[in-house]
């Protein structure tokens, strides 16, 4: 059966029948190559590897401990959400660096600009107004992108364990 998903999911490295020790030994070995492990489980077997991952993401009508012991919780049975949350994510992480490069950048010269005199307190105010909309507005961008990926199949991952 694992076989089977990863197939359909793209994934050319996949393992079944672990154990939450092997599991967990996996992510260790994952870690050590500067690789970031996300898991998803929902028995109480999952429990220890869900809270060791670098995110961890539960079934919702799992077994109570997995849910304690993930960063999220999966609405339903379908693993399709997992798509947009990555696809998201990446989306959050850029733009975010964008708003910081931008903010970095104007408040460099608006205090230069402002120290040299060359602007009234009353510019600067309607100039930080009007950088604090730029990044409001380039957060908004985000909210599109899970629109826009539920469309595409790439791979959810390289590698799969189970």
């Not at 339903?76 to 997992?82: C, H, Y």
């Not at 307190?121 to 107004?129: L, T």
Request: charged share 15%; with cysteine; aromatic share 6%.
């Amino acid at each position: 059966m694992v076989a089977e998903v990863a197939q359909e999911l793209g994934i050319s490295t996949f393992r079944g029948g672990m154990t939450p020790a092997d599991k967990l030994a996996f992510i260790e070995d994952a870690r050590q190559q500067g690789r970031s492990v996300v898991m998803v489980g929902d028995g109480v077997n999952d429990a220890p590897v869900l809270a060791a991952a670098d995110a961890s993401v539960a079934i919702a009508n799992g077994a109570p401990l997995a849910r304690a012991s993930a960063d999220g919780l999966l609405l339903g049975q379908a693993l399709a959400p997992l798509y947009t949350l990555a696809q998201v994510a990446a989306a959050s992480r850029r733009v975010i660096a964008q708003s910081l490069i931008w903010a970095a950048t104007y408040n460099f010269i608006a205090i230069l600009f402002a120290a040299c005199g060359w602007v009234a307190p009353w510019m600067a105010a309607i100039g930080m107004s009007l950088s604090s909309i730029l990044v409001v507005a380039n957060a908004l961008r985000v909210r599109d992108v899970s629109r826009e990926q539920q469309a595409d199949h790439a791979p959810l991952a390289e590698e799969v364990v189970v």
